[in-house]
């Protein structure tokens, strides 16, 4: 059997996403959450677009500017309480250690949360490794 070579990150890293002029965001490594999220707010949809506003005012990337998307597709996520809701799922690009990434987001308020962003274990298989003693192995960002 062949054995595979992974990027070891910690459970915190910084992400940028370039197509949403997003540098330097701290987003939590999950690997219990199967899909990945972004914190957002004013969602609104038009048939099958979708539009935002990233982050909150407190944030230091807070643009108040609103973007739309084409929306992948809806899907039914359940929370870490055991609820479920229908979010809008967007394509994007994610860097993580100087290399880009295609990710599938979910849009949801991450308002009462940590991190704006959560990466779960769908985007993280087949790439990376998590340590959980590590933070922030891409300190270059």
């Known amino acids: 059997m062949e054995q595979?070579?992974?990027?070891?990150?910690?459970?915190r890293e910084w992400v940028n996403f370039t197509d949403l002029n997003l540098s330097k965001i701290e987003a939590k490594i999950d690997t219990g959450a199967y899909t990945s999220s972004?914190?957002?707010?004013h969602i609104a949809v038009d048939g099958d677009r979708v539009t935002c506003i990233f982050l909150d005012p407190s944030h230091s990337q807070y643009t108040g500017e609103e973007l739309t998307f084409e929306i992948f597709k809806s899907v039914k996520v359940r929370s870490s309480n055991g609820q479920e809701e229908f979010r809008y799922m967007i394509r994007t690009q994610i860097e993580i250690l100087g290399?880009?990434?295609?990710?599938?987001l979910t849009l949801t308020d991450r308002s009462n949360m940590?991190?704006?962003?959560?990466?779960?274990?769908?985007?993280?298989?087949?790439?990376?490794?998590?340590?959980?003693?590590?933070?922030?192995q891409s300190t270059e960002l």
């Open 4 to 11: 595979q070579e992974y990027t070891v990150i910690g459970r």
């Open 38 to 41: 972004i914190h957002c707010h």
């Open 99 to 104: 290399t880009h990434y295609p990710i599938r």
């Open 114 to 136: 940590n991190y704006p962003i959560l990466i779960g274990r769908r985007f993280l298989r087949n790439k990376f490794l998590v340590d959980v003693n590590r933070i922030h």
